[in-house]
């Protein structure tokens, strides 16, 4: 490719995410300097002098991080033991279990703490009152810190798992094998080899989910409001969804700091998915995978693992089917099942704002991924292929965006947006969405260009082709199945998206994520289940078509 070409490409790339990523990130700084929401002028330190002289700040910050970390925890060594009993033992159901750590992306955040909600209220939660009045037993309280680490952790399961998972997979069970033969115990070959080489990847792991936990806002809204159990992200929507007059300035002087310990993770992150690459123990010559005997322990190994599967999916998704179809909350039995309705049903979908919700979520979905995915790929094309100064710039903007809590963010963008005609439209959600899971569509396209032979094009281009008809005809076919992985995946994600929904969304704007925080507010939980479903639902549909799509095309 011309030089002077590939330099304006770039450019014009770096121009566009910039404005994507730091553009909302610099206008959180200068609104947190401002006197007033949309009012640049004079700036004052009076807002970080006010959030910071509340002693609520100190006891969100201590809840956070109790819940970002033991969340974090939990999360990868579930992850990681699930990796080393798919990829390292003879555990049966292994293609089951594989499946499993990954089908929960598709449940949204919302409606997965709102079935817990269901199960374990202290009042009338069904598992509490079989707990109570059947066996005698004490109640289980999820409405508590605890409660919230345990169902933060086992969202961000799926994430820890797709990190140590290939990394458990390409491990050369060779030194392991040494290690027996000279009669080390199983449980000190684990602790002096397995878990030093796969450090990098554990470490990351861990990093991703203390990330994403930091970010959260569904868990924390669901089952931390009731008892104003607070983190930051939630200190920060009370900020700017309680009194006569928001205060978009402190809660942006609070997001600051949010956003600056989360853009250090993700570098953080990134050092040790790099550093990995130096414990790669796959040679020329093969590997052989050595499965450990489980000998008596291998089938109960595979059925606390399938329980686990059975609590990260089916139990929710149960739930919430089950919910939307009972008048109130009541313990499964004859009577419930004899008073099976669809009222819940008739009155969501009889609402106008449903529908205009449901319209909104579908549109973001489509033409958000679309957009997204088209951007993603000639950055992500840009990132591998045109190597100098500017690509390298692009990459860290791009992978920046990564740890933007999308509820922080999203007062970026409201000071960044408030005096343009975007502001409390659906194209402002549209840009915030593609903004802010931008990196989601990177990764893999990033990786499928990487696998892609440069002799292809190279011989488009001394044909005499252009670089677009060469993007076209000969890259974007090769680079298909990436391409219909990352737009999955977004798409997905904006069916999903409730953080910065909470912050963008208007009258008029509303989607199905918003719709359903609202309810769980107001705690209609027959409401909140339907909802759920409806998510559910359109994200399966979603994945079929594309599923569809694939095979038509790989046939």
């Given at each position: 490719?011309?030089?002077?070409k590939?330099?304006l490409i770039?450019?014009?790339?770096?121009?566009?995410?910039?404005?994507l990523t730091?553009?909302?990130?610099?206008?959180?700084?200068?609104g947190?300097f401002s006197?007033?929401?949309?009012?640049?002028?004079?700036?004052?330190f009076?807002?970080?002098?006010?959030?910071y002289?509340d002693?609520?700040?100190?006891g969100?910050?201590?809840?956070?991080?109790?819940f970002?970390f033991?969340?974090a925890?939990?999360?990868?060594?579930l992850a990681?033991g699930?990796?080393?009993?798919?990829h390292?033992?003879d555990?049966p159901?292994?293609g089951?279990?594989?499946?499993?750590p990954?089908?929960?992306?598709?449940?949204?955040?919302l409606?997965?703490?709102?079935a817990?909600?269901i199960?374990?209220n202290?009042?009338?939660?069904?598992v509490?009152?079989?707990?109570?009045?059947?066996?005698?037993?004490?109640?289980?309280?999820?409405y508590?810190l605890?409660?919230m680490?345990?169902?933060?952790?086992?969202?961000?399961?799926p994430?820890?798992?797709?990190?140590i998972a290939?990394?458990?997979?390409?491990?050369?069970?060779?030194?392991?094998e040494?290690?027996w033969i000279c009669g080390v115990?199983?449980?000190?070959?684990m602790?002096k080899i397995?878990?030093?080489?796969?450090?990098?990847?554990i470490l990351?792991?861990?990093?991703l989910?203390?990330?994403?936990?930091?970010?959260?806002?569904?868990?924390?809204?669901?089952?931390?409001f009731p008892n104003?159990?607070?983190?930051?992200?939630t200190?920060?929507?009370?900020l700017?969804?309680t009194?006569?007059f928001?205060?978009?300035?402190?809660a942006?002087?609070v997001?600051?700091?949010?956003?600056?310990?989360?853009?250090i993770?993700?570098?953080?992150?990134?050092?040790?998915?790099?550093?990995?690459?130096?414990?790669?123990?796959?040679?020329g010559?093969g590997?052989?995978i050595?499965?450990?005997?489980?000998?008596?322990?291998?089938?109960?190994?595979?059925?606390?693992a399938?329980?686990?599967?059975i609590?990260?999916?089916?139990?929710?998704?149960?739930?919430?089917?089950?919910?939307s179809v009972?008048?109130?909350i009541?313990p499964?039995g004859p009577k419930?099942?004899?008073?099976l309705t669809?009222?819940n049903?008739k009155?969501?979908l009889?609402e106008?704002?449903?529908l205009v919700?449901?319209?909104n979520?579908t549109?973001?979905?489509?033409?958000?991924?679309?957009?997204?995915i088209?951007?993603?790929?000639?950055?992500?094309?840009?990132?591998v292929?045109?190597?100098n100064?500017?690509?390298?710039?692009?990459?860290?903007l791009?992978?920046?965006s990564?740890?933007?809590?999308g509820?922080?963010?999203?007062?970026g963008?409201?000071?960044?947006l408030?005096?343009?005609?975007l502001y409390?439209?659906?194209?402002?959600?549209?840009?915030g969405?593609v903004?802010?899971?931008?990196?989601?569509?990177i990764?893999?396209?990033?990786s499928t260009f990487?696998?892609?032979d440069?002799?292809?094009?190279?011989?488009?281009?001394?044909?005499?082709?252009?670089?677009?008809?060469t993007f076209?005809?000969?890259?974007?076919?090769?680079?298909?199945?990436?391409?219909i992985?990352g737009?999955?995946?977004?798409a997905?994600?904006?069916v999903q998206?409730l953080?910065?929904?909470?912050i963008?969304?208007?009258?008029?704007?509303?989607?199905?994520?918003?719709?359903?925080?609202?309810?769980?507010n107001d705690?209609f939980?027959?409401r909140?289940?339907?909802?759920?479903?409806?998510?559910?639902a359109?994200?399966?549909v979603?994945?079929g078509?594309?599923?569809?799509?694939t095979?038509?095309?790989a046939?």
């Amino acid at each position: 490719m011309d030089q002077s070409k590939s330099r304006l490409i770039t450019l014009i790339l770096v121009i566009i995410v910039g404005a994507l990523t730091l553009g909302p990130a610099t206008m959180l700084i200068i609104g947190s300097f401002s006197e007033g929401f949309g009012a640049f002028g004079t700036l004052t330190f009076e807002k970080y002098a006010r959030v910071y002289s509340d002693p609520r700040l100190y006891g969100a910050l201590r809840n956070t991080l109790i819940f970002t970390f033991g969340s974090a925890i939990l999360a990868t060594t579930l992850a990681f033991g699930l990796a080393y009993l798919n990829h390292r033992t003879d555990v049966p159901f292994r293609g089951l279990l594989h499946l499993i750590p990954t089908i929960p992306m598709m449940i949204p955040h919302l409606a997965y703490g709102a079935a817990w909600a269901i199960l374990l209220n202290p009042s009338n939660g069904i598992v509490n009152v079989f707990l109570r009045d059947v066996l005698g037993l004490g109640i289980i309280n999820i409405y508590s810190l605890p409660g919230m680490v345990f169902i933060e952790g086992l969202l961000e399961l799926p994430i820890a798992y797709l990190v140590i998972a290939p990394a458990m997979a390409s491990f050369d069970a060779t030194m392991e094998e040494a290690s027996w033969i000279c009669g080390v115990s199983p449980r000190k070959t684990m602790r002096k080899i397995t878990l030093k080489m796969l450090l990098p990847a554990i470490l990351a792991a861990l990093t991703l989910a203390t990330v994403r936990s930091l970010s959260a806002f569904a868990i924390p809204s669901v089952l931390g409001f009731p008892n104003r159990i607070d983190v930051l992200t939630t200190f920060v929507y009370r900020l700017v969804s309680t009194g006569l007059f928001p205060d978009y300035g402190r809660a942006a002087a609070v997001g600051v700091n949010v956003l600056v310990s989360a853009v250090i993770l993700v570098f953080v992150y990134r050092h040790y998915t790099a550093t990995a690459e130096r414990f790669v123990t796959i040679g020329g010559k093969g590997h052989k995978i050595h499965r450990m005997k489980l000998g008596k322990m291998r089938l109960p190994m595979g059925i606390l693992a399938l329980s686990l599967g059975i609590l990260l999916i089916i139990v929710p998704v149960i739930v919430l089917a089950y919910i939307s179809v009972v008048p109130y909350i009541m313990p499964p039995g004859p009577k419930a099942f004899s008073m099976l309705t669809l009222a819940n049903w008739k009155a969501v979908l009889s609402e106008k704002i449903t529908l205009v919700a449901f319209r909104n979520s579908t549109f973001l979905a489509l033409v958000g991924a679309t957009v997204g995915i088209l951007l993603s790929t000639v950055v992500s094309y840009v990132i591998v292929r045109i190597r100098n100064a500017g690509s390298t710039v692009l990459e860290t903007l791009a992978f920046a965006s990564f740890g933007f809590p999308g509820l922080i963010i999203g007062i970026g963008f409201m000071w960044a947006l408030v005096r343009t005609s975007l502001y409390a439209t659906i194209w402002a959600l549209l840009v915030g969405y593609v903004a802010t899971y931008l990196p989601f569509g990177i990764r893999p396209l990033t990786s499928t260009f990487i696998q892609i032979d440069t002799d292809l094009e190279s011989a488009s281009l001394v044909c005499g082709a252009g670089l677009f008809r060469t993007f076209r005809r000969v890259i974007a076919p090769l680079a298909l199945p990436g391409i219909i992985s990352g737009w999955t995946m977004m798409a997905i994600m904006f069916v999903q998206e409730l953080n910065l929904s909470v912050i963008l969304a208007r009258p008029g704007t509303e989607v199905l994520s918003v719709l359903t925080h609202r309810a769980v507010n107001d705690a209609f939980w027959g409401r909140v289940a339907t909802l759920g479903v409806i998510m559910i639902a359109l994200s399966a549909v979603l994945l079929g078509l594309t599923r569809i799509f694939t095979r038509k095309f790989a046939s």
